[in-house]
């Protein structure tokens, strides 16, 4: 009777590693402080550099990401195919930052191709980062298990649009000159735009919690 009546309760799923998240974003801000604050008076340098340790810390957040994918995937935590996918894609962004793979892109490629006349050509990588992210990230929803680590997820898609639209913007300007000037600052922090979306994302998957049995 007992044994009838607990496999009529409703499963409850995992509890998540709820200080996992946390701990990592104070530790990105921290560093993205005393970034600022080492290399003040010009700060700027911190973020603007392609070798600059904001830069570095954001192929290092992909790389991680990439690994944590990996583990959750051993621990069915993800299914099989999604862990494999952002595996796979978390690591061609790790790349891609190291070595500015769709800076070559956007700057080269008309050597390679005449379709790089045309601007949607030229910033086709990031625009598809914006699509298959979005993409990807529904598909990533419906594998998280608890509202919080979901909510961290799509503050990371929101902060990474931000960084997208960041990057953009420039050249919305070229088509559309009504458009205003983006703010200085804005254009600075770009790249800590993209951290911060890096590490949100890196926070929901730390939370989520492996399957049982």
Do not use: N
């Not at 625009?127 to 608890?146: D, K, N, Q």
Request: proline fraction near 8%; include cysteine; charged fraction near 15%.
């Amino acid at each position: 009777m007992s044994h009838t009546l607990f496999a009529s309760l409703p499963h409850r799923p995992p509890e998540p590693h709820r200080g996992l998240a946390p701990a990592l974003l104070l530790g990105v801000a921290a560093y993205l402080l005393l970034s600022t604050w080492i290399l003040a008076p010009a700060w700027e340098r911190a973020f603007r550099s392609d070798a600059s340790p904001v830069a570095w810390l954001s192929s290092a957040l992909l790389l991680t990401l990439s690994i944590t994918t990996l583990r959750l995937m051993g621990e069915r935590a993800l299914p099989p195919l999604l862990g494999a996918w952002l595996t796979l894609a978390f690591a061609v962004l790790a790349l891609d930052e190291q070595f500015m793979l769709h800076e070559l892109w956007k700057f080269r490629c008309h050597e390679w191709t005449a379709a790089c006349q045309y601007s949607t050509v030229r910033e086709a990588p990031m625009l598809a980062v914006a699509v298959i992210g979005l993409l990807t990230l529904a598909w990533l929803h419906r594998a998280l298990l608890h509202p919080g680590t979901r909510a961290l997820l799509w503050a990371g898609l929101a902060v990474g649009w931000l960084a997208i639209a960041v990057d953009q913007w420039p050249e919305a300007q070229s088509h559309w000159p009504h458009l205003p000037e983006l703010p200085p600052l804005m254009a600075t922090l770009e790249e800590g735009f993209e951290v911060v979306a890096e590490a949100l994302v890196l926070g929901a998957l730390l939370r989520q919690p492996g399957q049982r049995g």
